[in-house]
């Protein structure tokens, strides 16, 4: 069974606008959460996380959403830029994980000019 | 700069073979992961290590093997490639050890079992 779901594997947005990506997870002993970014014929690179004691992480254009009780977190594009087409893996770990990640499925932003 | 590598970058193999895929990683990290990446999967767990002479098996083992004898390096190996492995494959380490664990990722290696 999925531990950590996004149910969205595409999403298409306008240059400019918001990007909005969803994850959700069920393990409430999950205490770290991470978005990676990841090009064609490339690594996933680490794009921002976020701790279980805090409900909101930013980094430029770039802000994570916790939402605890709904066991949900975003990721929140603005504005959005073709260079930001790429697929979005959401991950999850728990302390007692020694850092092993539960990934997502994936989303595929493409930002349109 | 401190990186981690992969190699080769595209492999092509019969099945049956065995293959080896390199990753090193000049961090100093503690722990190191290998992962496989398919269409409609996302990225799932073949096999992890926390140090030296450390392995465990992940969520995707069977059919794979690795082995870590030095900080740097964790080599995966597929005994007996079969058509079921063609995949991309990725290396990662992480610090390990704190409890907010970031791992970073390798370029990957496309491996494709004839």
């Known amino acids: 069974d999925q531990q950590v779901k996004q149910n969205s594997p595409s999403l298409s947005v306008q240059e400019g606008r918001i990007s909005i990506l969803n994850c959700d997870y069920t393990?409430?002993?999950?205490?770290?959460f991470l978005w990676y970014k990841k090009y064609p014929a490339e690594g996933p690179t680490f794009l921002i996380s976020i701790s279980s004691i805090k409900d909101k992480n930013e980094d430029g254009r770039f802000t994570v959403f916790l939402n605890k009780s709904a066991k949900h977190l975003s990721l929140h594009i603005v504005p959005s830029q073709p260079g930001d087409s790429a697929v979005y893996f959401c991950a999850a770990s728990s302390g007692g994980s020694q850092g092993n990640l539960i990934f997502g499925k994936g989303t595929k932003l493409s930002v349109k000019p | 700069d401190a990186e981690i590598t992969q190699s080769p970058r595209h492999k092509i193999t019969e099945t049956g073979r065995q293959v080896t895929l390199a990753c090193h990683q000049t961090?100093?990290?503690?722990?190191m992961f290998w992962y496989r990446q398919d269409l409609g999967h996302g990225l799932r767990l073949i096999h992890y290590?926390?140090?030296?002479?450390?392995?465990n098996k992940g969520e995707v083992s069977d059919g794979y093997s690795v082995s870590r004898s030095n900080t740097e390096d964790l080599p995966l190996t597929l005994e007996s490639a079969a058509s079921s492995q063609t995949s991309v494959y990725f290396c990662?380490?992480?610090?390990?050890?704190?409890?907010?664990?970031?791992?970073?990722f390798g370029p990957g290696t496309r491996l494709t079992v004839l």
């Open positions: 961090w100093n990290h503690n722990n």
């Open positions: 990662a380490s992480s610090e390990g050890g704190v409890a907010a664990d970031t791992q970073y």
């Open positions: 393990n409430s002993m999950f205490d770290y």
């Open positions: 290590s926390y140090g030296v002479q450390d392995t």
